[in-house]
């Protein structure tokens, strides 16, 4: 075992022993040699104890074990292009490690980490056969070679040497694999030492292939104006075929006069430009997409285009003006003719550009929201948009500056599960009610399966169920009120109950404890439901619920159904949720129906949350009030209410209570003083609430002239104004990322310097990514932001001066869709680049069994280093106290011969005192028997008390004659402070009187020489 130190600078605290050594020599003159040896020994190695620590000591020891790491690249043009024959890649890939790993020793680990935009630990370095663990993942699009290898190197185990194996076509769309190729050849994984990287290239090249490289646009151009698309196509051969271009979804017409819309067109091989003229309709956003169609081969030839989803590319362009007024109607799901429409037509006949919706068309990204200068939810439940839309629509609030307006119903604010998401805090209201306004308790125990079959992955996702399904009921759990009773239990072959039925005062506990749920084990639904039944029953609340869900077979499925309905009979339904393709949906429907529930089946796990919402939406039924009652406009100034009369009344309308903030105007309330309309401003937008309907409950209004009037002034007041979106921002796709750039000018057009300017990018997937703008000229600000794969890229810009902001800016940019396609061939040259720069070895994928994969020869030996400071901590702790009991403690008198002759003698003469003491008093005894028995007295006669009297009086006198004789021999030693006179000695045959006892000062330590004196006098009188 060898010693290293991770900071050698400390060490150079050693040199401190020196001095300290000689000066603690001079400062312990008191002490003898031994403890004075002693005291300066412990203190330099408590010294050096701390220095060691501070160093960073570790022990380093030699190993010899190997831990291969497999990195295969599961993108989708390797996928699509790396089978051999009738092989396809997975299979091949799968049998090639499989045969690699015949050569592994016993103590040798292997695992296998797969990537695409992403990087995944299929199998971190074990001994067991990883050969079959599944590798048909996806993460997001792309190839990230550089990530990957750099995960896979830093799950190398400490105490092994490393090899990666690098499974890929070598084609990356992002990230610099020689680099992590590089940094690993040099400083290793996680050891210290150099980690090679073998390759096997994944090697095909793609014949026939066309492909749409880009369509390119202005980022922003005038409202109505006529803007160049430019449409950039690439094939490997000559082919001819339709181009198509479409706006907003609908077809462009590309040739005038003629059938169709599309353009008939003939590519060369190599790269095709097309150029059309395009004019701009109504609206805030346009985004274009364009298709290439390719004509079919004729008969026996192969086909003329290998892949057809490098086939489109997409991008935008944004215009300045109004946008116009999206009203999401979950009365009757977007149709003009239902009752949900009411509020639409109104606002349509005061001129407002109004579009219709059912929720389920909720815009997907933030650059479709951007289109909109107002949202309107009316009745919408917080499922139906869901958990990420949820979090689009707070973003379009706060950065963007985007209206909402929140319309009740039964389904709309706490009634629609709108509590615990991100649109909450955005409401002029309050969702949480106190225990006054909700008397119907509402109890619901969640029965959660966490059966082994719960590991699996469903739908193509990197999550397996039991995740999705804890985080879902989790979501379920924060949507409820602190007045609701909430249970969870989870269930294999038995159950266990993580959090007992309850009020939910502490959501964030019951959901940390749901998501710590972990699977494993059979299926038995049976027993858990009977507790949650049990649990339910015990309980008084009004509304009782149990949400069952499962992914598979249970025992005793038999039974379940006739216990279902036996719940449902003492009144607890039975809701049940069938996750999967092999849930036994035949049971758990029939025990929905029998229950008295609702049944779900989940194929889609990205939908399961949004089912929790919906099968414990039943219990919010309390926070809706159904009555007339006459509304109360207040004299809150608002621009809402000014000058419009009284309202007649309203038929309902959604328990909230009003927001203690002084932002808030609380416009109208109901008599009990409720909210009823309430607005202020979140962020950069304005939100509106009222929590009664426009159609049902309002159907009073509807002949009110004040209806139309009133919803005209909601829109005024929350939509987006149309002016003040100073700045021009321009943001770019390039190979490297997105360019944003943007530029700051006043009103009079002269540049804004020094400001600072953040924003945020919003890629596909939703996730935004925050950024800061440096500025670069008068008045430009620039950054660059990387991508993380095909298709639209929002970013909303947030500049402000002095610490005032201004109006945001939006921008778009679009990324074409199969960009990791438009690489027609395998790039071998890369992946024997990072072989060389790591020092690794190219093997062939068609190899049947590759040899030499666990071959130390090449690798060099890990150091496993173990950090040294918890011990050294423990070591100096110990030497802290020795060294303060040395020179505490006169522990060296043990060692003197001095001290040692005194003890001995002292214990000498007492041991003889005392048996030239017994052997008198036997002797005396003895002579007065035999004294007795000359007198006549027989023999064994027994002493009597006057006998023992006089023995005891005699002992006293000889003890007493004994202590006198001493204390003559020795003077009185007088207290130096002591001004008194000595004592007097009483005569033998007087009794003793009391003598003046001198009492010292009390500040002095004579005080305890005089009492010692005095305790030993009053003995002395006793005897």
């Known amino acids: ?46 010294l050096g104890l701390i220095a060691a620590a501070l160093a960073g000591a570790a022990s380093v020891q030699r190993t010899e074990r190997l831990a291969v790491m497999f990195v295969v690249d599961v993108s989708e043009t390797v996928r699509r292009s790396g089978g051999v024959g009738s092989t396809s890649y997975l299979p091949r890939v799968r049998d090639w490690i499989g045969g690699a790993l015949a ?61 990666l194996v690098l499974i890929s076509d070598g084609n990356e769309t992002r990230g610099d694999a020689l680099s992590a190729a590089a940094q690993l050849s040099r400083a290793g994984s996680s050891g210290g030492v150099r980690t090679p990287i073998d390759v096997a290239p994944v090697r095909y090249t793609v014949d026939r292939e066309v492909l749409v490289e880009g369509v390119e646009t202005p980022p922003r151009a005038a409202e109505g104006a006529t803007i160049p698309v430019r449409i950039v196509l690439r094939s490997t051969h000559e082919v001819t075929g339709t181009l198509r271009l479409l706006r907003e979804g609908q077809a462009v017409d590309l040739s005038p006069g003629e059938a169709g819309s599309g353009r008939r067109v ?149 009634a629609g599960a709108w509590r615990g998401t991100a649109v909450e805090p955005l409401l002029p209201v309050e969702l949480a009610l106190p225990e006054r306004l909700v008397t119907p308790e509402a109890g619901v125990v969640f029965v959660i399966d966490r059966s082994g079959s719960m590991r699996a992955r469903m739908g193509g996702s990197t ?24 249970g969870v239990i989870a269930h294999d072959i038995g159950y266990d109950v993580i959090q007992p039925l309850g009020p939910n005062t502490n959501p964030e506990r019951t959901q940390q404890r749901t998501l710590g749920i972990v699977s494993g084990g059979g299926t038995n639904i049976g027993p858990a439901l009977a507790e949650a039944g049990h649990q339910l029953l015990a309980s008084d609340a009004k509304v009782k619920q149990i949400v069952v869900l499962s992914d598979g077979l249970s025992m005793g499925s038999e039974v379940l159904a006739d216990q279902a309905e036996a719940l449902f009979e003492r009144g607890v339904r039975v809701t049940t949720i069938a996750l999967g393709d092999m849930a036994d949906t035949e049971t758990l429907s029939a025990m929905a129906a029998r229950g008295g529930g609702a049944y779900f089946a989940v194929t889609n796990p990205t939908v399961l949350p949004r089912v929790f919402l919906s099968a414990v939406r039943v219990l919010r039924q309390p926070m809706v009030r159904e009555g007339l009652f006459e509304p109360v406009i207040t004299d809150s100034g608002s621009a809402l209410t000014a000058g419009l009369g009284d309202a007649p009344a309203l038929g309902g309308l959604v328990l909230t209570q009003r927001r203690e903030d002084p932002t808030v105007t609380d416009a109208m309330l109901a008599p009990t003083g409720e909210p009823l309309l309430s607005h202020w401003a979140a962020g950069l937008g304005q939100v509106v609430a009222f929590t009664s309907d426009a159609h049902d409950w309002g159907s009073r209004w509807l002949d009110w002239p004040g209806y139309a009037d009133l919803w005209t002034r909601v829109v005024r007041l929350a939509s987006r104004p149309p002016g003040g979106r100073g700045g021009e921002l321009d943001l770019r796709a390039e190979e490297d990322g997105l360019h944003v750039r943007y530029e700051a000018t006043d009103a009079d057009g002269r540049p804004m310097d020094l400001l600072t300017v953040r924003g945020t990018i919003y890629g596909p997937d939703g996730r935004g990514q925050e950024i800061r703008l440096e500025q670069t000229g008068p008045g430009v600000y620039s950054a660059r932001a990387p991508t993380s794969g095909a298709g639209t890229y929002v970013a909303v810009i947030r500049p ?66 173990t950090p040294l400071w918890r011990t050294l901590l ?98 009185a030693t007088e207290t130096p402070t002591s001004t008194a006179p000595p004592a007097q000695k009483p005569a033998p045959d007087e009794p003793p009187k009391a003598a003046p006892t001198p009492k010292p000062p009390a500040d002095e330590p004579g005080g305890l020489l005089a009492a010692k004196r005095r305790a030993r006098e009053r003995f002395e009188r006793d005897d």
């Open 463 to 486: 999550r397996d169920l039991q995740t999705i399904a804890n985080e879902a009921a989790a979501l379920a759990v924060g949507s409820l009120d602190p007045q609701d009773l909430v």
């Open 103 to 163: 050569e592994r020793g016993p103590d040798d680990l292997a695992g296998i980490v797969i990537f695409d935009g992403r990087s995944f630990a299929v199998a971190t370095p074990t001994r067991a056969d990883v050969t079959g663990r599944s590798m048909d993942l996806r993460g997001s699009p792309g190839s990230d070679i550089e990530s990957a290898l750099r995960y896979a190197g830093a799950l190398i185990p400490a105490d092994a040497a490393g090899r």
């Open 874 to 971: 423990l070591w100096a702790v110990a030497v802290l106290l020795l060294d303060v009991g040395t020179r505490r403690v006169a522990w060296d008198r043990f060692l003197s011969k001095t001290y040692g002759g005194d003890w001995r003698a002292s214990v000498a003469g007492s041991t003889a005192d005392r048996s030239q003491q017994a052997s008198a008093t036997v002797g005396g005894l003895r002579s007065r028997r035999t004294g007795d028995d000359a007198d006549g007295n027989e023999p064994g006669a027994v002493l009597g008390e006057g006998d023992a009297a006089r023995i005891r009086d005699e002992a006293m006198a000889r003890r007493r004659a004994t202590r006198r004789a001493a204390r003559e021999a020795t003077p």
């Open 800 to 865: 402000s001066a002095a610490g005032e902001s201004l109006p945001p800016v939006t921008g778009g940019a679009s990324v074409a869709s199969g960009q990791a396609a438009r690489s027609l061939a395998s790039n071998a040259a890369l992946l024997e680049a990072i072989a060389r720069e790591s020092g690794g070895r190219v093997f062939e994928l068609d190899a049947p069994s590759p040899e030499g994969l666990f071959d130390r020869r090449d690798v060099p030996p890990r150091l496993a280093m």
């Open 1 to 46: 075992m060898d010693l290293r130190f991770a900071s050698p600078g400390w060490l150079l605290l050693m040199l401190l022993a020196v001095p300290m050594g000689l000066l603690a020599w001079r400062w312990f003159t008191g002490m003898t040699g031994y403890r004075r040896a002693s005291a300066i020994v412990l203190r330099v190695v408590l």
């Open 266 to 414: 003939r590519l060369a091989e190599g790269r095709t430009v097309v150029r059309v003229e395009v004019p701009l309709e109504a609206g805030r956003i346009h985004r274009f997409e364009s298709v290439f169609e390719p004509d079919p081969s004729p008969e026996g030839e192969p086909p003329s285009d290998t892949f057809a989803d490098n086939n489109r590319a997409e991008a935008v362009t944004l215009t300045p003006g109004s946008g116009s007024v999206l009203v999401l109607d979950g009365v009757s799901r977007g149709d003009e003719r239902g009752s949900g429409a009411v509020l639409s037509r109104a606002l349509a006949s005061s001129g407002v550009r109004v579009e219709l919706r059912p929720p389920t068309d909720f815009p997907l990204d933030v650059l479709g929201l951007e289109a909109f200068d107002l949202i309107v939810l009316q009745n919408v439940a917080a499922e139906e948009i869901g958990s990420d839309g949820a979090a689009r629509l707070a973003a379009y609030v706060r950065e963007m500056g985007g209206g909402l307006v929140m319309v009740g119903g039964p389904d709309s604010f706490g």
